[in-house]
């Protein structure tokens, strides 16, 4: 007679799983909790000056450097690639909500969601963070303030002598840079290695300038740059200095050390661009010196025409055509090539979502696009040196 095998015995449940899930869950909302709670006391802290300047001064290297150095080992832009990334993310995050409320009986799904939804909940709070260590903070440190110059009123005068010291430094040295047999202004040094060099050599007068300098990177979009009305850009996320490829050779030096500043913690437009300004003209290279003084030709040439007047301004020094001719963000052949560009979206869609863009970044930081505001910070910086 056959012997049946005998049935195998049901597992009996301990309710160690369940335990198990129970104890990751509240692990994953103690450390949410936390992390919030850093990242709360941080933007709280950031609105004591005295603490947000001995973070730019003392800690901010620490965070930026070894960023940099990470985010140098690409050639490409790190920052470029974060973009459709973080898209992803969320337009994934926003179908999972849209699904959830047909789908949670789905073990699978509902399962999937879970990790989905709380590792998009981590990823913006990481957003959070970054940009508060490396936006929000500096946001908050004092402006620069040269012998307590900062509210001091000035002549006429004395914006016109410096206003005349620019445009004397670059008609000189508009005749010293090299040029092709079409009059454009050709370079065939290391740009991003000569800028680094040159802001280093700051780094006595300004400390923070000091430290490590990551190669300035080049967009693969840079049209859509050219679109926007953009020739640099900062990535906070990965804390490199981008540049549109199509930059003009003489504006391409600032445009470099203007975006590798925001890296040393000069987060203000105009700090930045002041301190392009005063790594290039006092660089020994006569390329970077000439970009250095065209960097700021227009803000104080057009601050000075609005103080003085047509008649005292053209009795002043006058700028060489050649001058003139190298002031461009775009040289004559590059401009000819953009405008017949097949673009894929339109220039005024592209400019309305820069300044969109743009103007909420500002708004969210209470900053202001203070570019011209350089021609202030350089009246204090030659005061008794110039007049």
Known sequence: MPVKEKAKPKAISTGKSKKSKKKKIKKYWIFTIIYTIIITALNLLSGIPAFSDFYDDHI??????????????????????????????FMTAAVVLILLPFLRKKKKFKKFANVCLKSTLTFILTVILI??????????????????NRG???????????????VEN????????????????????????DVKEALLGISGEFPRMKGYYPNAKPILGSYFMYQSGIIGVYFP?????????????????????HELSHLKGYIYED????????????????????????????????????????????????????????????????KKFLVEKESVIKDEVMENINETITDTYLDIYDAEPNYSEVTLLMLQYYDGKLY
């Open 170 to 193: 670059c008609n000189e040295l508009s005749e010293k840079v090299e040029r092709d047999k079409n009059g454009n202004v050709i370079y065939n040094g290391d740009v991003s290695q």
């Open 131 to 148: 940009m508060t260590l490396n936006c929000n903070i500096l946001y908050q440190t004092s402006h620069l303030d040269f012998g307590g």
């Open 271 to 334: 700090e930045a661009n002041f301190m392009s300004y005063i790594a290039c003209t006092e660089s020994s290279n006569n390329m970077l010196k000439y970009s250095g003084y065209l960097s700021v030709l227009n803000y104080i040439n057009n601050d000075y025409f609005d103080c003085a007047g047509e008649d005292r301004y053209w009795s002043q020094v006058k700028i060489d055509p050649a001058v003139s001719f190298d002031n461009h963000c775009y040289d004559e052949e590059t």
């Open 237 to 257: 996320f990965s804390m490199e200095a981008n540049y549109n490829t199509y930059t003009s050779t003489t504006y391409m030096p600032n445009v470099i050390a």
């Open 152 to 166: 001091k009123k000035y002549s006429i005068e004395q914006i016109e002598i410096l206003r005349n010291y620019i």
């Open 60 to 89: 901010f290297r620490f965070i930026s450097e070894p960023y940099c150095r990470l985010t140098g080992l690409f050639r490409f832009s790190v920052g470029e690639i974060l973009i459709p990334i973080a898209i992803l993310i």
